[in-house]
T-cell receptor, first 113, second 115 residues
Framework: AQSVSQHNHHVILSEAASLELGCNYS??????LFWYVQYPGQHLQLLLK??????LVKGIKGFEAEFIKSKFSFNLRKPSVQWSDTAEYFC???????????FGRGTSLIVHP | DTGVSQNPRHKITKRGQNVTFRCDPI?????LYWYRQTLGQGPEFLTY????????KSRLLSDRFSAERPKGSFSTLEIQRTEQGDSAMYLC?????????????FGPGTRLTVT
């Protein structure tokens, strides 16, 4: 069974700091990769996804993620965070033939103004 | 708002009681998923429908849990004889087949507290 690891459970940053959240998965075949975000009091929403093609994926609100197949990683980055980025971030992976993603346990990001 | 909706948003019940939750997916979406999320964890897959057919169930889905999607539109998740360990957020998501990446859209969830 595949698994997803998010190494940073809690991250605290000041505004304008750079962000990188780690995500590693254990499946060796074709994968679809996702980052979801959950803002306080809101439901999960898709931040970005990788399906195929360019391994550097750009999402909403200035976020991007890079798929490195050799490292089984899909790290999320943002060059300059804002207070409004305070949220829970979840990495998710589905194997090529499955519609069911496996989620990591999430990273709580707090951005101080 | 044409997103995924779930009712009720909160449910408090006593141990041993039965509860039922409802999910209304995005209208054109033919796939519907149920997840459970506990504090400090990501969503865990419970079951999945394509139209009215329940195609996959997780081992997490014990015999006390049952889900239906009778007309391929809304879905219900019933928990019988609730236990305190059932306390969690129950999430519903929907997606449209034919999208290669199977992007799922989530509802706000139903928070269940079993006392």
């Amino acid at each position: 069974a595949q698994s997803v690891s998010q190494h940073n459970h809690h991250v605290i940053l000041s505004e304008a700091a750079s962000l990188e959240l780690g995500c590693n998965y254990s499946y060796g075949g074709t994968v679809n990769l996702f980052w979801y975000v959950q803002y306080p009091g809101q439901h999960l929403q898709l931040l970005l996804k990788y399906f195929s093609g360019d391994p550097l994926v750009k999402g909403i609100k200035g976020f991007e993620a890079e798929f490195i197949k050799s490292k089984f990683s899909f790290n999320l980055r943002k060059p300059s965070v804002q207070w409004s980025d305070t949220a829970e971030y979840f990495c998710a992976v589905s194997s090529g033939g499955s519609y069911i993603p496996t989620f990591g346990r999430g990273t709580s990001l707090i951005v101080h103004p | 708002d044409t997103g995924v909706s779930q009712n009720p948003r909160h449910k408090i019940t006593k141990r041993g009681q039965n509860v039922t939750f409802r999910c209304d997916p995005i209208s054109e979406h033919n796939r519907l998923y149920w997840y459970r999320q506990t504090l400090g964890q990501g969503p865990e897959f419970l079951t999945y429908f394509q139209n009215e057919a329940q195609l996959e169930k997780s081992r997490l889905l014990s015999d006390r849990f049952s889900a239906e999607r009778p007309k391929g539109s809304f879905s219900t998740l019933e928990i019988q004889r609730t236990e305190q360990g059932d306390s969690a957020m129950y999430l519903c998501a929907s997606s449209l087949s034919g999208q290669g990446s199977n992007e799922q859209y989530f509802g706000p969830g139903t928070r269940l507290t079993v006392t």
